[in-house]
């Protein structure tokens, strides 16, 4: 019912800024929860943020709170994460995800298939 497709990742150095993009298909994609997880190799999967449909509610680990910020354009069908003052643990492949009632620190219905962000010198 939904299909999700991650862009913008890439190398970015340490303090530095990027911005990824999720591409939703479906015509009920305005009324879905969205939000972001990653997964670094050795490391467990790890829930990044959530936002709800409107985009009013807004929702971020400790680990990135203040630093990444989630925001939805329901028009073009697209969610971004913007990602500031970039760490190396940032290191991960980051999913975009979305579910038809909430995305908790847990779980959700759909996943894209990630995308590479690497912070390093």
């Known amino acids: 019912q939904v299909q999700l497709v991650e862009s913008g990742g890439g190398l970015v150095q340490p303090g530095g800024s990027l911005r990824l993009s999720c591409a939703a298909s479906g015509r009920t994609f305005s009324t879905y929860s969205m939000g972001w997880f990653r997964q670094a190799p050795g490391k467990e999967r790890e829930f990044v943020g959530r936002i709800s449909w409107s985009g009013g509610r807004l929702y971020y680990a400790d680990s990135v709170k203040g630093r990444f910020t989630i925001s939805r354009d329901n028009a073009k069908n697209t969610v971004f994460l913007q990602m500031n003052s970039l760490k190396p643990e940032d290191t991960a492949v980051y999913y975009c995800?979305?579910?038809?009632?909430?995305?908790?620190?847990?779980?959700?219905?759909?996943w894209g298939l990630g995308t590479q962000v690497t912070v390093s010198s």
């Open positions: 995800v979305a579910d038809r009632v909430l995305v908790t620190t847990t779980s959700a219905d759909y």
